[in-house]
């Protein structure tokens, strides 16, 4: 069975551009989690989708939003990029149906914001 | 709110001795737990998980860990440390939704 993948694996903006991010689950796999590593905050939950809703959120601004597909593919995408947005995004994807089912990461994509 | 303290930043162990990875944490529920490792560039790889059950978990790679209420800690071990092993480890707490709220890491060297 194929893992999570993430695409791109890299990317390279200036400050106010936008950027969008996706992510390919595991096969099956209904729910697709989002987060932010940084060095100085660590790992942050952005938010997790499943059946093409939003089911939890956390605590980022505005500026980060994201959506799922018919198929479980999500895309994450920020605007007007900021410095500190540079960071390593990773997504997860579980089955979602129970009351924790195991996430499974991807590779990431590494953010850098100029 | 639910939260995750790592004890030590860096930790550094001899090959073949013993590893000890603290963890602690604070929750208002029952928790569910996890250690996740990552390499340098990859995302992160679960290494065992405490849902309900038995409080002592084996998971890959010869790591367990014991999940101990009372001292709401959930410390990782591995009996007999490889080079293989240098990596960051991830302690995570979860209430049961599709959310980790992970510690800061540990950095795991391995000195030959």
């Known amino acids: 069975k194929a893992g999570v993948t993430q695409t791109p694996r890299y990317l390279i903006k200036t400050r106010g551009q936008q950027v969008t991010l996706s992510c390919s689950p595991i096969s099956g796999h209904r729910s697709v989690s989002w987060y932010q590593q940084t060095p100085g905050q660590g790992l942050q939950f952005l938010f997790e989708y499943f059946s093409e809703t939003q089911r939890n959120k956390g605590n980022f601004p505005g500026r980060f939003s994201g959506r799922q597909f018919s198929n479980s593919r999500s895309e994450m995408n920020v605007s007007t990029l900021e410095l500190g947005d540079s960071a390593l995004y990773l997504c997860?994807?579980?089955?979602?149906?129970?009351?924790?089912?195991?996430?499974?990461f991807g590779p990431g994509t590494r953010l850098t914001v100029l | 709110a639910q939260s995750v303290t790592q004890l030590g930043s860096h930790v550094s162990v001899s090959e073949g001795a013993l590893v000890l990875l603290r963890c602690n944490y604070s929750?208002?529920?029952?928790?569910?737990l996890f250690w996740y490792v990552q390499y340098p560039n990859q995302g992160l790889q679960l290494l065992l998980k405490y849902t309900t059950g038995a409080t002592l978990v084996k998971g890959i790679n010869g790591f367990e860990a014991e999940f101990k209420k009372s001292e709401t800690s959930f410390h990782l071990t591995k009996p007999s440390a490889h080079m293989s092993d240098a990596a960051e480890y991830f302690c995570a707490v979860s209430s049961g939704a599709q959310k980790l709220v992970f510690g800061q890491g540990t950095r795991l060297t391995i000195n030959p």
């Open positions: 997860a994807s579980s089955l979602g149906q129970a009351n924790y089912n195991e996430q499974f």
């Open positions: 929750s208002s529920v029952p928790p569910y």
